[in-house]
């Protein structure tokens, strides 16, 4: 590919001269809660497993006489808020830099509120990803630096519209974000096809929702969890549209972010002045970006499987992460369902597999294929 002179790489001598201070956007939580409706488009990739899946679902309806509703269930990513503030500042720190960490879970702000509570956080920005539905789709838009004082009241009403989604109400929710001159809008992963909706199809609507709602957003992010050619298409859109694109990690394991904004800006609110006002962003490229994206995906994977005895909340084992809403609306964790402490054989072999996928020597052989078929060049 040809060369981006907004991106540095890492790895190269000289990458962060010039700027003082890293910016680690777009990262999660466990106050970040992921849906397991992905679990049988997966399942249909291995016949084996999707076979052992019918059972289980064959089972559960002979039992509670309904289908099993994978949308009531969720995960959580590992770490708790305190432990992903330090993990994002520990790598900008030992880069020499000054750190800023905006922190976005899925349509929740409390992360970055209850930072912002204690002594060595208190300027951690208000930042959240948010869920808009769209014409048959849906996009996630990262909102940095929301004024704290509001953030609650600003959360509740953009999680109304995407409860209850009403095209006509947007431009009126985006003015009211955009209001605060501090405030940034990014569109995250514009060409992540979440949905299933098929590529082609969600592509189009992400450019036909970019050029209504351009006047509101600020810039376009370059994922550190998306294939580089998708990542090329979001380069390609924002040429289109005149518009800077900027960092965005995606964080929901225990790997740091994977991409990094570069800075001279004393304050998040100068940064964001920077991309808001001037366009200007620089983008650096962490060492973990040179691995296989495969792999570390599969890393992620096994960091959510893994157990933390440490965790801000006491959820030590995977288990205590996985939450499922009864049909009576109460809420539990995935441990409380296990008749006896024993977990059902999908359930066990969805967990082996994990602790295998964490295997070096698989890891040893997959940068092996990467290096024989880069996926990107600078």
């Known amino acids: 590919m040809p060369t981006i002179p907004f991106?540095?790489?890492?790895?190269?001598?000289?990458?962060?001269?010039?700027?003082?201070?890293?910016?680690?956007?777009?990262?999660?939580?466990?106050?970040?809660?992921?849906?397991?409706d992905f679990i049988p488009r997966f399942?249909?990739?291995?016949?084996?497993?999707?076979?052992?899946?019918?059972?289980?679902?064959?089972?559960?309806?002979?039992?509670?006489?309904?289908?099993?509703?994978?949308?009531?269930?969720?995960?959580?990513?590992?770490?708790?808020?305190?432990?992903?503030?330090?993990?994002?500042?520990?790598?900008?720190?030992?880069?020499?830099?000054a750190p800023f960490v905006s922190i976005t879970d899925h349509d929740n702000v409390e992360a970055p509120l209850l930072l912002r509570v204690l002594g060595d956080s208190r300027d951690t920005p208000v930042g959240v990803e948010w869920t808009v539905p769209w014409r048959g789709t849906f996009f996630h838009l990262g909102l940095h630096n929301i004024p704290p004082r509001r953030a609650a009241e600003r959360i509740a009403e953009l999680n109304r519209f995407t409860a209850n989604p009403d095209e006509s109400l947007l431009p009126g929710l985006f003015d009211w974000i955009a209001e605060s001159p501090d405030a940034l809008i990014v569109f995250n992963h514009p060409y992540w096809d979440e949905k299933d909706r098929g590529c082609a199809f969600h592509a189009r609507l992400a450019e036909d929702f970019l050029h209504v709602h351009r006047p509101w957003i600020h810039a376009l992010e370059i994922n550190g969890l998306r294939p580089w050619s998708e990542n090329r298409r979001a380069v390609a859109l924002a040429a289109s549209a005149g518009m800077p694109l900027i960092s965005g990690g995606d964080r929901h394991g225990c790997e740091p972010n994977a991409l990094l904004n570069l800075t001279s800006a004393p304050t998040f609110s100068e940064f964001v002045a920077e991309v808001r006002e001037d366009g200007f962003s620089c983008i650096a490229l962490m060492p973990q970006f040179r691995e296989p994206l495969l792999l570390r995906l599969l890393s992620a994977f096994a960091d959510v499987m893994r157990d933390n005895e440490a965790h801000t909340y006491g959820?030590?084992?995977?288990?205590?992460?996985?939450?499922?809403?009864?049909?009576?609306?109460?809420?539990?964790?995935?441990?409380a369902a296990f008749a006896g402490?024993?977990?059902?054989s999908l359930?066990?072999?969805?967990?082996?597999?994990?602790?295998?996928?964490?295997?070096?020597?698989?890891?040893?052989?997959m940068r092996?294929?990467?290096r024989s078929a880069p996926e990107f060049e600078l």
């Not at 700027?19 to 397991?36: A, K, Y």
């Not at 402490?341 to 059902?344: I, L, Q, V």
């Not at 359930?347 to 052989?365: K, Q, Y």
């Open 7 to 36: 991106l540095r790489a890492a790895w190269r001598p000289g990458a962060f001269r010039g700027f003082r201070t890293g910016v680690s956007l777009h990262s999660h939580t466990s106050h970040s809660r992921e849906s397991l």
């Open 43 to 97: 399942a249909a990739a291995c016949p084996p497993v999707a076979a052992l899946l019918r059972r289980y679902e064959a089972r559960y309806r002979r039992l509670h006489e309904r289908e099993l509703d994978y949308a009531a269930a969720w995960w959580t990513p590992p770490l708790g808020p305190r432990e992903a503030l330090i993990l994002e500042r520990n790598q900008i720190e030992q880069r020499g830099l």
């Open 315 to 335: 959820w030590a084992r995977w288990n205590d992460r996985v939450f499922f809403r009864r049909h009576s609306g109460q809420v539990e964790p995935l441990s």
């Open 341 to 344: 402490g024993r977990e059902p």
């Open 347 to 365: 359930i066990r072999l969805f967990a082996a597999c994990a602790r295998l996928l964490d295997n070096h020597r698989l890891h040893a052989v």
């Open 368 to 370: 092996g294929l990467q």
